[in-house]
C-alpha cells in the first residue's frame, strides 16, 4: 500500500483508511477475519468515532484484533468526537471524556489521530487548546485534525490551539465534488460556481491539511451510492470502461478517482466486504490519465465552463 504524511506531521499513513462504522454488522468471527484482511493488504490506518454503534463499534474492533500492546503497535488509530444527543460539543470536559471512553474501548493507552467530529457553534477555542495541550502532554493523543470544518472554523482554532491541525475529514465523492466543481467554475453564472465551504480544497492544500473523503461511494448525503445505480448510466458506462482499461474493478476506480487528485487524499472506505475493500486498496496501484479523470468528472453531469 502506497503511503502519504498526514498533514504536517511526520506520520506516515497508507493512501487508503479503513472506516470502522458498520463493524457492528459483523458477527466475531467476520470482524476478526474483516480486519486481519485489511491488515493483510496493507490497510492498517482504522478510522472510528465515538458514536458509532453507541461506542459498540470501538469495542467490537479491540476484540476482532485481540488488542495487546505488541498488536497496537502494528496499527494507526483515529477516531471522533463532539457529537451528543441533539448537540454538538467541543468542551474541555466533553473532549477529555470522550478520549477517556474512546481508549476504554480501544483498550489502548493512545490514539494516533483525534478528529472533532462535526462543527460545534458554541465552541470556545480557548477550551478545545486546553483540552488538546492535556491530551498531546499525558500521551493520551499524538496528533489533531478536525472534520466537516471549513478553513474559518480551522483558522479559529489554530489561532489557540498549539498543535497543528492535521486532517479534515469532508464528505467527498465522484458524485458529491462541489469543493472541485466550485473551483473550475470561478466567476461562472451557474450553480456549479456556488462556493459552499470557503474554498476547503485549496485550504487544505495550502496548509497541509490531508483531505479525508468520507462516503466516497455516496450520492446525495446518505442516499446510496452511485455505482451500478441506474440513476447514473453514464457515469457507469464511463468508470466501466476505464476499470476494463486498467483490469480492475468500479470499485477501485472510484477510488482511485479521489487518489489522483494532487490534494494527496486519504480516502475512507465504509465497506464490511472483503472483496469490496480489497478492492479499494488496489487503487493504491492505479493513477488516472488526466483524460480519463475528467471524462469521469463530465459523466457524473459536471458541465466544463
Known sequence: MRKIKLGTSTLEVPV???GCMRIKSLDKR???RFVQAALEEGANFFDHADIYGGGICEEIFADAIQMN????ESMILQSKCGIRKGMFDFSKEHILSSVDGILKRLRTDYLDVLLLHRPDTLVEPEEVADAFDRLASSGKVRHFGVSNQNPMQIQLLQKYVTQPIVANQLQLSITNATMISSGINVNMQNGSAVNRDGGVLDFCRLHD???QPWSPFQYGFFEGVFLGNDKFPEL???IDEIAAKHGVSNTTIAIAWLLRHPARM????GTMNIDRLKDCCKASEVTLSREDWYAIYRAAGNVLP
Not at 69 to 72: H, I, L, N, T, Y
Not at 266 to 269: E, G, R, S
Request: charged share 20%; net charge neutral; aromatic share 0%.
Open 30 to 32: 467476520e470482524a476478526e
Open 266 to 269: 486519504q480516502p475512507v472506505t
Open 16 to 18: 487508503v483508511a479503513v
Open 69 to 72: 500492546a505488541s498488536v497496537r
Open 236 to 238: 457507469n458506462k464511463q
Open 209 to 211: 491539511i490531508t483531505i
